[in-house]
């Protein structure tokens, strides 16, 4: 079975901060694609990005870098210099592709909330 | 190029009552996902489609849930003798195939209360 563990139910920083969203996953798949959706208040969901389980490179797109280790299951989220508009909840979520075959939904994680103070 | 849509927004129901929840996925999307999301359980997977054929049924929490999709687009979930514990978001997702590798984007969800 695939689980998705996210530690850290809420985390509050100051405005300008670095900070850190955990994400540890297991699965028994070989191949597999990690997630980070953003639910701002509104409610809707918003992709972030997608690493596939055979690309460690870690990535940067403005403030925000992810750190994919395998060795340790982990996909991290860090953003820089944080801001008011980043307060949202964080989910970190995987998609197995099972050695028969097939696929399946995404399993989340419980989210973060992470709270922006100005 | 509109996103997914889903309807309705917010739905009150009575315990005992059927709702149909519909979905209507990007164009061209393939694959249709349906989520619960509620306080207690997180973010729950449901069912999925691959054209319109739902080959895993196992993610749905009772058999007062069904869904079906026809013409590879609009599906619908119905939920029968709703039961208090059915209150949550509900959430339609669409990818390109392949299936489960691609991005899912996310509709708005549709908020069902059952009193």
């Known amino acids: 079975a695939q689980k998705v563990t996210q530690a850290q139910t809420e985390i509050s920083v100051v405005e300008k901060e670095d900070v850190t969203l955990d994400c540890v996953y297991e699965?028994?798949?070989?191949?597999?694609?990690l997630f980070w959706y953003k639910q701002p208040p509104s409610g809707e969901l918003v992709f972030l990005i997608r690493r596939n389980s055979f690309d460690e490179q870690n990535e940067i797109s403005g403030r925000y870098s992810w750190n994919f280790q395998k060795s340790t299951s982990s996909f991290n989220f860090t953003i820089t210099a944080s801001q008011v508009v980043d307060s949202a909840v964080y989910f970190c979520a995987l998609s197995g592709v099972p050695s028969g075959g097939g696929a399946d939904g995404l399993t989340f994680g419980k989210g973060t909330h992470l709270i922006i103070q100005p | 190029g509109a996103g997914v849509s889903q309807s309705p927004s917010n739905k009150v129901t009575e315990k005992g009552k059927d709702v149909e929840l519909r979905c209507d996925p990007i164009s061209g999307h393939t694959a249709l996902y349906w989520y619960r999301q509620s306080l207690g359980q997180g973010l729950e997977f449901l069912i999925y489609?691959?054209?319109?054929?739902?080959?895993?049924k196992s993610g749905l929490p009772s058999d007062r849930f069904s869904a079906e999709r026809t013409g590879g687009s609009v599906s619908t979930l119905t939920i029968q003798r709703t039961q208090q514990e059915d209150s949550a978001v509900y959430l339609c997702?669409?990818?390109?195939?392949?299936?489960?590798?691609?991005?899912?984007?996310f509709g708005p969800g549709t908020r069902l209360t059952v009193l």
């Open positions: 699965t028994r798949d070989t191949t597999y694609y």
């Open positions: 489609f691959q054209g319109n054929s739902a080959p895993d």
């Open positions: 997702a669409s990818s390109l195939p392949p299936l489960g590798l691609n991005e899912q984007f």
